[in-house]
């Protein structure tokens, strides 16, 4: 999955929030692995899959439509729990993340740099 920004994670609360709270937990789950398979999906075809996007959870949850609901913190907190769980359970088995440490957020020494608006030319 792409990096995961606050636009991300709201985008995936507010799809968590048209649903009943005990489904939000699995809904989350799901659009992360989703979201995670699209991204491998855009790095091997070059071009975003047909249903989930092009890997970020933003294009995932608003795959389905716009967000009917307004925001509900719940969602959120489901939707960044279960980001980081993916996360942390990711980095335990060392896959699907970058080896390379400065693209990491947890680390003290980061550079932020997200690396959205870089083009190939510039090394991003």
């Given at each position: 999955?792409?990096?995961?920004?606050?636009?991300d994670l709201m985008a995936g609360a507010g799809?968590?929030?048209?649903?009943?709270?005990?489904?939000?937990?699995?809904?989350?789950?799901?659009?992360?692995?989703?979201?995670?398979?699209?991204?491998?999906?855009?790095?091997?075809?070059?071009?975003?899959?047909?249903?989930?996007?092009?890997?970020?959870?933003?294009?995932?949850?608003?795959?389905?439509?716009?967000?009917?609901?307004?925001?509900?913190?719940?969602?959120?907190?489901?939707?960044?729990?279960?980001?980081?769980?993916?996360?942390?359970?990711?980095?335990?088995?060392?896959?699907?993340?970058?080896q390379r440490g400065e693209l990491c957020y947890?680390?003290?020494?980061?550079?932020?740099?997200?690396?959205?608006?870089?083009?190939?030319?510039?090394?991003?």
């Amino acid at each position: 999955m792409r990096r995961c920004l606050l636009d991300d994670l709201m985008a995936g609360a507010g799809r968590l929030a048209a649903e009943p709270l005990a489904l939000r937990p699995a809904l989350a789950k799901r659009l992360i692995h989703e979201a995670h398979a699209a991204h491998h999906f855009m790095r091997r075809h070059g071009v975003p899959h047909p249903r989930w996007g092009n890997g970020s959870l933003m294009t995932r949850a608003l795959g389905d439509g716009p967000r009917t609901s307004g925001l509900c913190l719940q969602s959120l907190a489901i939707m960044a729990w279960e980001v980081a769980k993916f996360r942390h359970e990711n980095m335990q088995r060392g896959h699907g993340l970058s080896q390379r440490g400065e693209l990491c957020y947890d680390l003290p020494n980061s550079r932020m740099d997200h690396g959205r608006n870089q083009s190939k030319t510039d090394g991003g």
